[in-house]
T-cell receptor
Framework: NAGVMQNPRHLVRRRGQEARLRCSPM?????VYWYRQLPEEGLKFMVY????????ESGMPKERFSAEFPKEGPSILRIQQVVRGDSAAYFC???????????FGPGTRLLVL | GESVGLHLPTLSVQEGDNSIINCAYS??????FIWYKQESGKGPQFIID?????DKRQGQRVTVLLNKTVKHLSLQIAATQPGDSAVYFC???????????FGAGTTVTVRA
């Protein structure tokens, strides 16, 4: 049973470009969570999605960030017009049901030049 | 504000000894707690979890203790091995909440 998959593992963008991060949950999991981790810090919650629905986006910046989890395909975290402060590791987690154990992917490390 | 935090940022332990990592939380409504291990360049790896209706839970070489009275959580690792070197995070779910709140992490270094 494959774990949570994320791609790309590393992403370099210049300021003003767009970043698209993809997450495929574990098989059988329909709940997806995105977290951001700055260097030397813990993970910070961004958004929680179920198929085709955003359940909780209280941790998402109000501008430039969006997330989706379509009926088919991976969940996407999209960052428009990236700035240097967006440089971080972005982790996706999935669970079978809400409030169950969350299993994390390997992360996407975004570097904004 | 309410937060999850760890008492010590670093822990150095001799190979073969037992390790104890502590975590304090302030949200009295938290009812689910998880310990994760994160190795350099990797995602958090689930170690063990515990719900608030329990005081203790054991896994393979690991034990989690929950003291709700003082809002304290600990992870005990028996016979620590070099492969246990990593950053350890405690995380918690508030009652009715879906998101995990993470502490800053404790870096465990195992000495040979």
């Amino acid at each position: 049973n494959a774990g949570v998959m994320q791609n790309p593992r590393h992403l370099v963008r210049r300021r003003g470009q767009e970043a698209r991060l993809r997450c495929s949950p574990m098989k059988g999991h329909s709940h997806v969570y995105w977290y951001r981790q700055l260097p030397e810090e813990g993970l910070k919650f961004m958004v929680y999605l179920q198929k085709e629905n955003i359940i909780d986006e209280s941790g998402m910046p109000k501008e430039r960030f969006s997330a989706e989890f379509p009926k088919e395909g991976p969940s996407i975290l999209r960052i428009q017009q990236v700035v240097r402060g967006d440089s971080a590791a972005y982790f996706c987690a999935s669970s079978e049901k809400g409030r169950e154990t969350q299993y994390f992917g390997p992360g996407t490390r975004l570097l904004v030049l | 504000g309410e937060s999850v935090g760890l008492h010590l940022p670093t822990l150095s332990v001799q190979e073969g000894d037992n390790s104890i990592i502590n975590c304090a939380y302030s949200n009295s409504a938290s009812d689910y707690f998880i310990w994760y291990k994160q190795e350099s360049g990797k995602g958090p790896q689930f170690i063990i979890d515990i719900r608030s209706n329990m005081d203790k839970r054991q896994g393979q070489r690991v034990t989690v203790l929950l003291n709700k009275t003082v809002k304290h959580l600990s992870l005990q690792i028996a016979a620590t091995q070099p492969g246990d070197s990593a950053v350890y995070f405690c995380a918690e779910n508030g009652a009715g909440d879906y998101k995990l709140s993470f502490g800053a992490g404790t870096t465990v270094t195992v000495r040979a």
